[in-house]
């Protein structure tokens, strides 16, 4: 692997958890604030190996900075789920769609998924605070709105910026 790619992943990692960790919980669950993060490193860099580094160090990152109850595990499975549903999706229409507009439609679908995945795995292994219908509405309905909009503002500038210094081809 490329340092640099990899020194890139890192710091999108961090800053979604910076992110996922300052959040606010709503109904005692966080908007997940470190997807977008994971999508546009996916979107920059899609290859196997840097979703499967992102997968597995965003759902470690957001396991450790959760505030749902007993939320670590449903964090582990719902990560590597969300973050390859994302690529297969993008490899599918990448050619067919502007990334500036396909990536904030693929970032909706995919929170839809990650916070079904979620809410269903820690309905399954343990037992949820509050109504499945409840949760997902005050909290995964707003990140899907902003994981949308952060999205759609992040990657022009992302791709921008490091498409100047040559560290990626444009997408």
Same mark, same amino acid.
């Given at each position: 692997?490329?340092? $640099? ?15 996922? =960790? ?16 994971? =999508? ?43 973050? =390859? ?8 229409? $990448? ?42 509405? =005050? ?24 498409? $100047? ?7």
């Amino acid at each position: 692997m490329n340092t $640099r790619v990899l020194v890139i992943l890192a710091l999108l990692m961090g800053i979604g958890t910076v992110l996922h =960790f300052v959040m606010p919980p709503i109904a005692g669950i966080k908007p997940d604030m470190a997807l977008p993060l994971m =999508f546009l490193g996916i979107i920059l860099f899609p290859e196997k190996k840097n979703v499967l580094l992102l997968a597995i160090g965003t759902g470690i990152l957001t396991a450790l900075t959760t505030g749902f109850p007993a939320g670590q595990i449903p964090n582990l499975i719902d990560k590597p789920i969300t973050a =390859f549903a994302f690529f297969g999706l993008f490899l599918l229409i $990448r050619k067919k769609a502007p990334t500036t507009i396909s990536a904030p439609i693929l970032a909706a679908l995919c929170t839809i998924l990650s916070g079904v995945v979620f809410l269903g795995s820690a309905w399954l292994l343990f037992e949820l605070p509050d109504s499945f219908g409840a949760l997902f509405s =005050f909290a995964v309905v707003p990140a899907i709105i902003i994981n949308a909009i952060v999205l759609f503002i992040l990657y022009p500038i992302a791709s921008s910026i490091l498409k $100047r210094s040559n560290l990626v081809n444009a997408a």
